[in-house]
C-alpha cells in the first residue's frame, strides 16, 4: 500500500553508474520510494529528489561519479540529492563536500533511504551515514524490477578475495548472502510480474552460502524449480568456485541457459600471482574446456584486465597467446586503473599510459574476431530468442538461449516471449545478428 502522509506528491530521478547490481539495488531503491508515495520524475519533468547509485571500480568511475552529481545539482538546484554506493562509501567526505549534495549514504545504507530523507525532510541538515568496512554484516535484498525484460537477482555482496587491484571489499565489505528461501521466494514474485528471464547476480556469487551449510549450487537448483522463469543466467563467477558439478548442473537444467561469465583478468601465470587470483591459467583452461566438451553451444564470456602493474611486455605477450589458444566467446576488456590503498601500488613495474591504450585496443581486437567466429558458428540454425519491445520505428532485439543478440522486423504482441528464429547474418560490426521467426 502506498503511503503518502509524509512525502506528499513528491518526485524523484535514480541515475545508476557501474555494475548490474548496481542497478539491480536502484530498482529495489525506487521501489522503496513509490511505496512512500514518491514517484519516478516523467521526462522532461523537474524532481523533487535525485538518487544518484555510484560505482568505484575504476579512477574514470570516480571522474563520472562526480559529474553525474554535479550535473543534477546544477540541472535540479531545488532538488534534494542523494548520493550512494561504492564511491560514497570509499569517499564520503569528498562527496558530502560538494555543495548541493544532501544526503551522502554508504554502501549498507541503501535501504534506509526513504528514513534518512524524512528526517532530512524535517531538519533539513545535511546528513553523512557511513558504516565502517569491518562491521558491514546485512544483506540488502534486491531485484530489478520493470526496466526491461530481464530481471536482476542480488543473491550475494561484499568480497573476501582482496585482490591487490580491488577496491570493492573496501567498498561492499565482507562476503554474506541472502537465504535460499528469500531469493526463490523473489524469483517466484518475479515470476508473477510476468517476467521470463533472470541474471543472478553479485559481487562474489560462487562464494554464496559461505559460513553456512547451503552452496550456489544449492541456490541455483532451488531457483530452477521456480515455475514461470523460463531463462536464468548465472553472471561473473569466479573460475576457482566454477565447479565441474555446476557445469554438468547447468548442461541438463531445465532452466539456466548455456552461457558462463568468468573473469580471468590475466593469462599470464605471474602476473595473477602479483594480482592474488585464487587459480592458475590450468585451471582456467580446464574449465573452458569442461564447458566446450559438454555444453558446445554455450556462450563464454571473459573479463581481461590489461596493463596491469607487473605486465611486462613478455607477460603481455604471454597472456594473448594464452587467450587466443581458448575457445571463448568474448572479452570484456578493462584497461587497469589504479585505486589508492590497493596493495598492487607496491608492486614496482609501472605500464605506460600509451602502451596501455595499445595492449587494450589488441585485446578488443582479438575479442571482436572471438564474437564473430562463435556468432558464425550458428549462422543458418534456429535458436530460441526472448524479444524485447522495441522503439517506434526501430527493429526487435533479444538474446539467444545462448547469448547471441538477434535483430528481427518489429512485432510487439511479441514482447516478452520466447520464440524461434533463424539466425542469417552478421551486422553492426558482430554485435548483433540479423535473423526472422521461423516455424522450425
Not at 564511491?87 to 558530502?96: C, P, R, T
Not at 556462450?299 to 611486455?313: K, M, N, S
Not at 581458448?326 to 570484456?332: Q, T
Request: aromatic letters at 8%; hydrophobic letters at 35%.
Amino acid at each position: 500500500m502506498i503511503d503518502n502522509t509524509t512525502f506528499g506528491t513528491r518526485t524523484a530521478k535514480f541515475h545508476t553508474l557501474g555494475c548490474k547490481l548496481n542497478f539491480a539495488e536502484t530498482s529495489t531503491i525506487a521501489q522503496m520510494f513509490a511505496d512512500k508515495g514518491i514517484r519516478r520524475a516523467q521526462t522532461g519533468e523537474a524532481p523533487d529528489v535525485v538518487v544518484v547509485n555510484t560505482c568505484s571500480v575504476t579512477e574514470l568511475a570516480d571522474k563520472k561519479c562526480r559529474q553525474a552529481i554535479r550535473s543534477y545539482i546544477k540541472k535540479y538546484p531545488q532538488a534534494t540529492v542523494i548520493v550512494t554506493g561504492c564511491y560514497a562509501q570509499l569517499k564520503s567526505e569528498e562527496i558530502a563536500a560538494i555543495p548541493g549534495v544532501k544526503i551522502v549514504a554508504g554502501s549498507d545504507q541503501k535501504l534506509l533511504l526513504t528514513q534518512f530523507l524524512e528526517e532530512f525532510t524535517t531538519t533539513h541538515e545535511p546528513r553523512t551515514v557511513v558504516t565502517p568496512i569491518r562491521e558491514m554484516r546485512n544483506f540488502c535484498p534486491s531485484c530489478s524490477r520493470g526496466d526491461r525484460t530481464r530481471y536482476f537477482l542480488k543473491v550475494q555482496d561484499g568480497c573476501d578475495y582482496y585482490c591487490t587491484y580491488c577496491t570493492i571489499p573496501m567498498a561492499r565489505g565482507r562476503s554474506r548472502s541472502g537465504t535460499i528461501e528469500e531469493l526463490v521466494a523473489q524469483a517466484q514474485q518475479v515470476a508473477a510480474e510476468g517476467g521470463k528471464e533472470i541474471v543472478i547476480t553479485g559481487v562474489n556469487i560462487g562464494d554464496f552460502g559461505k559460513g553456512r551449510d547451503d552452496t550456489f549450487f544449492d541456490l541455483i537448483k532451488a531457483l530452477d524449480e521456480v515455475d514461470g522463469i523460463e531463462r536464468y543466467r548465472i553472471s561473473s563467477i569466479e573460475p576457482n568456485l566454477l565447479t565441474d558439478e555446476i557445469i554438468e548442473w547447468v548442461a541438463q537444467s531445465k532452466r539456466f541457459m548455456p552461457h558462463f561469465h568468468i573473469p580471468l583478468q590475466s593469462g599470464s601465470d605471474e602476473v595473477l600471482k602479483l594480482m592474488h587470483r585464487h587459480y592458475d591459467t590450468a585451471l582456467f583452461r580446464s574449465k573452458i574446456e569442461k564447458i566446450r566438451t559438454i555444453i558446445p553451444d554455450a556462450f563464454i564470456g571473459v573479463d581481461l584486465i590489461v596493463g596491469a602493474r607487473g605486465e611486462t611486455p613478455e607477460l603481455f605477450e604471454e597472456s594473448r597467446q594464452f587467450i587466443e589458444s581458448l575457445d571463448i566467446s568474448r572479452l570484456h576488456v578493462f584497461t587497469y586503473s589504479e585505486r589508492p590503498g590497493t596493495r598492487a601500488l607496491k608492486i614496482e613495474y609501472a605500464v605506460d599510459p600509451r602502451e596501455k591504450h595499445r595492449r587494450t585496443r589488441i585485446m578488443l581486437d582479438l575479442s571482436e574476431r572471438k564474437l564473430n567466429d562463435f556468432s558464425q558458428r550458428f549462422i543458418g540454425t534456429t535458436r530460441p530468442v526472448l524479444l524485447e519491445h522495441s522503439k517506434p520505428g526501430k527493429p526487435m532485439s533479444g538474446f539467444t538461449d545462448n547469448y547471441i543478440k538477434v535483430e528481427v522486423a518489429a512485432n510487439n504482441a511479441l514482447d516478452n516471449t520466447v520464440v524461434n528464429i533463424k539466425l542469417n547474418e552478421i551486422i553492426n560490426n558482430g554485435e548483433e545478428v540479423k535473423g526472422e521467426l521461423t516455424n522450425e
